[in-house]
């Protein structure tokens, strides 16, 4: 990779939904991964089947990423749409690629585009005298030192359809074309792009045949067309790099329940969870370090009240058993949350966020359920909340959260937020190895016959944590009911036992507080004793860690304080750390800071600074590192919003 302009390559393709755009974008990624870069790449989609527009980011670079650009450096496209939403983020030194036919289009006439797009785009233009089309976009676009290239994409299909093997899906291969026109501007091997067909269509030869003609001609066509010399950016391959795994979010949280032995998961569909469990249905055998194979149930029930519930009856029979859903699926699942707090159950709910309230926008991303989790449900009970930063944490996580659900015998909820889930990362391959998988404690039936009476399942322990035995087991009856109980199960209203059972179950989180590993709570990074303390939780870790890249660069140190137990919130870890932070700023993505109230809430510590993001579109390092640098200053408000209308 060059760096004539910068160490890393944005890359980003646009066009209706259900017009092959994530196929695009796979082949472009996995173009670059097969030459050893690295990957990270984000999906954009409105929640609609077919027609309106989406987009996808591949960053690339010989070094590992944790966040998308907001600067685009390729623009490539096949319709009008994305060349006029996007263009305006594309950088000096960069390029647009677009199909000739689009080259003078109103933008009025442009079926999907929102009327505050047009409306905003037409007053941009007019401010430069420009006229209200692509033309004039793409002429804004020439004068801020962006290179443009039309591309005749028919000339391209008509000829691939002219041999006639490929002429009934000639048009098919538009979004390979479009790929590769990309690659051969940036003078990278056609081979690797070869690679990746294979990779992606598998064994289907004609279709794989198919694309790499278009690849052929794609490449054809820069060469008897541009001079590929005039676009500043390169890619080259990386030869020697270690190994690694191309995998997105909902893909690493499935793997992670694998490896730690899940055998049933229950779901039902709602974005973006659903990808989760479909990915589990697809690999529902699984591989054994014994040599043999083991299996997993996944059911997809009639409704989340029904998912929850279920996943909950297996739990009580000794499976490891998991549900999967969204804000709103979470929503409707808390009476059976309830129901698996009052019985202890170990049950594991993976909760992804996304835009709310109600439907909100449900394929873009947000913060907005961190206290729903922690509260979830009348009354009180136990539960423990996990927030996973990036794709190898969400593996790691995921496999976690079982075990400390059956140590402590209570939910365990693992949030992730949409960005995760549609990020798609080149990792080192995940650490099976380090995977433990622990029971806690489980009842073992006695030998002989011998056995009376009911057994005390929920018995008052010091820790709160009581012998669990697993339905059937010999023995090991008692009664299971949402209502208050004795330590056999039998429903009672003595205010004695009352006290005795809640305070037991109360006695757990206390229990995990202590017994959980600090670096299993919190990480550092950046200065580990800077003033200047940024604390936040979940995705936006990974624009954090290129901001600090960022302010070290510029002689300011700075640290993050990354939080990954969010319930019980690790208050004794955090008080000494925060006693120093000058100042001290919280970055979430939702409207209200709740991370910052629950940080006062449990250490009395308000943040002195708070930058939020609340579009639906995840935090980038460019716009993060403006906010920071401004509270450096001294002239940033105590709030702040990162906007992006072109987003």
Partial sequence: MSSEQTDSLAWRVGGPQGSGVDTAARIFAGAAAAGGLHIFGRREYYSNIMGRHSYYDVRVAGRPMTCHSSVVHVLTTF???????????????GAIIHDVESSDVRLDRITFLDERVVKDLTAYLGERDLPPTTAGVLEDARRRGVEVFPVA????????????LFKPRADRALNTIAVAVSCALLGYEPEYLADALKWIFGGRQEIIDLNVKAVELAYGYVKDEFDHGRLLHRMRPVHGTEPMILVGGNEAVAMGKMAAGLTFQTYYPISPATDESVYLEAHATVPLKNG???????????????????????????????????GPGLSLMVEGLGWAGMNEVPLVVTAYQRGSPSTGVPTRTEQGDLLFAIHAGHGEFPRLVLASGDVTEAFLDAAQAFNYAERYQTPVIHLLDQTIARTTQTVPPFDVGSIRIERGDVYVPPEGDDVRGPYPRFAVTESG???????????????????????????????????????????????????????????????????????????????????????????????????????????????????????LVVVESNHSGQFAQLLCGQTARQCDHLVVKYNGRPMTCGELTRALLDIHRGTAEERIVLRNPYE
């Fill in 292 to 326: 043999g194979e083991g299996a997993i149930v996944v059911v997809q029930t009639e409704d989340e009240l029904a998912a929850v519930t279920m996943a909950t009856g297996a739990a009580l029979t000794g499976a490891r058993s998991a549900t999967a859903t969204a």
């Fill in 153 to 164: 994409y028919d000339q391209i299909t008509e000829t691939l359809a002219g041999d006639i």
């Fill in 79 to 93: 319709e009008e749409e994305t060349l006029v939403r996007h263009a305006i983020s594309t950088g000096e030194g």
């Fill in 465 to 583: 944590v009581s012998t669990r035995p697993l339905l059937g087991q010999r023995g090991g009856t008692h009664w299971l009911t949402g209502a208050e109980h004795t330590e056999a199960g039998q429903v009672t209203e003595d205010p004695v036992i009352r006290e005795q059972q809640l305070e037991k179950r109360a006695r757990k989180l206390a229990l995990a507080a202590r017994e959980i590993p600090a670096e299993h709570k919190l990480a550092v990074y950046g200065e580990p004793q800077a003033a200047f303390t940024i604390v936040s939780w979940g995705s936006n870790k990974g624009a954090i860690l290129e901001a600090l890249e960022r302010m070290s660069a510029a002689g300011i140190d700075a640290r993050l304080i990354q939080v990954r137990l969010l319930w019980p919130f690790p208050r004794e870890e955090l008080a000494p750390i925060l006693e120093a932070a000058r100042p």
